[in-house]
């Protein structure tokens, strides 16, 4: 995910976000309010060693919701 796609789907992104992972508080959301550097910042800040799990997580959050990836489910 980068950070056009994490800004476009924020609203939806942070809801699923936190309940994964809940070590996110309402105020690390507002904070981050779609800016993925500050996502990441956050992340390492939870998380730590498991950020890379999480950026994992991030990563297949977004994929299906690609074009392309529709496109090879649907194959």
Same mark, same amino acid.
């Given at each position: 995910m980068?950070?056009?796609q994490l800004k476009g789907k924020w609203m939806q992104f942070k809801?699923?976000?936190k309940e994964k992972y809940g070590k996110f508080?309402? @105020?690390d959301l507002q904070q981050i309010e779609?800016?993925?550097d500050k996502f990441v910042g956050k =992340?390492?800040?939870r998380y730590g060693d498991k950020k890379d @799990?999480?950026?994992k997580w991030a990563d297949q959050w977004?994929?299906?919701s690609t074009?392309? =990836?529709v496109e090879k489910q649907s194959r």
């Amino acid at each position: 995910m980068n950070a056009d796609q994490l800004k476009g789907k924020w609203m939806q992104f942070k809801g699923e976000l936190k309940e994964k992972y809940g070590k996110f508080t309402d @105020d690390d959301l507002q904070q981050i309010e779609g800016n993925y550097d500050k996502f990441v910042g956050k =992340a390492q800040e939870r998380y730590g060693d498991k950020k890379d @799990d999480l950026m994992k997580w991030a990563d297949q959050w977004h994929q299906p919701s690609t074009p392309e =990836a529709v496109e090879k489910q649907s194959r």
